[in-house]
């Protein structure tokens, strides 16, 4: 079931992100601050990216939100779709929507994507990736050229003749687990490249910073401190 009406902007949020990064972002638009939910393990429980695909056709949403999520994103006008599959605290039923979609291209394991997501995507057009935890791993910053913490992902990409930036996963802070992965600390509107943390802390800084401003995008840091995965920030246009 789809659901639709005019949109204004709604920034998609885990609400234990850094107090500094959810003040920047307040003031750029109103926020839905994802509380942790209990389906899956509490590291990524509050993560964007675990219960939304974003896609040029509708935001994808696991089928068990909450109710007042959906209120928020009826109020602004989401368009928006359930998804098939519910949750669980195990792997690969984390990551069912952790999956990436730029145009009309779907970038996902796809032996574990939600029916439906799959669905909206072309066979011809769907790129397979061993990475479960696609989104985490991955930033389209446009149709051709990407920014991953995942190696597999990357080579993968580059046989497709996609430009690819590699980061570091392990400078990355993500509680309760060893580190995160670089694409998660970031959000993507208009020509703003959001990172909740500073990129100057990674030894990849110079060159990230050029490959994201050869992309035509201005970056910005939300917060001090080196990068903080929060399971991606999400603009909803």
Request: overall charge negative.
């Amino acid at each position: 079931m789809y659901h639709q009406s005019d949109c204004t902007m709604l920034i998609i949020a885990d609400s234990r992100m850094p107090e500094k990064a959810m003040e920047n972002l307040q003031s750029i638009a109103e926020v839905l601050q994802l509380e942790p939910q209990n389906s899956v393990y509490p590291s990524i429980a509050a993560h964007p990216d675990i219960f939304f695909c974003q896609t040029n056709y509708a935001l994808v949403t696991a089928p068990e939100i909450p109710s007042h999520w959906i209120e928020k994103l009826i109020k602004h006008g989401v368009s928006f779709r359930f998804g098939d599959k519910n949750l669980s605290c195990q792997y690969p039923d984390t990551a069912s929507y952790n999956a990436v979609a730029i145009g009309k291209t779907l970038i996902h394991n796809l032996q574990i994507t939600d029916k439906i997501l799959l669905e909206m995507f072309d066979p011809s057009q769907r790129i397979h990736v061993e990475q479960g935890y696609t989104r985490c791993n991955l930033i389209a910053l446009n149709e051709q050229t990407f920014i991953t913490s995942d190696k597999g992902i990357e080579k993968k990409l580059l046989s497709a003749g996609k430009e690819v930036f590699f980061v570091n996963p392990r400078q990355i802070r993500l509680p309760h687990q060893k580190h995160g992965f670089f694409p998660g600390a970031c959000g993507i509107t208009s020509n703003i490249f959001y990172v909740c943390g500073d990129t100057n802390f990674l030894d990849e800084a110079n060159a990230l910073q050029a490959f994201i401003k050869n992309c035509g995008l201005i970056l910005v840091h939300l917060c001090d401190g080196p990068p903080t995965d929060v399971g991606s920030i999400f603009f909803i246009e």
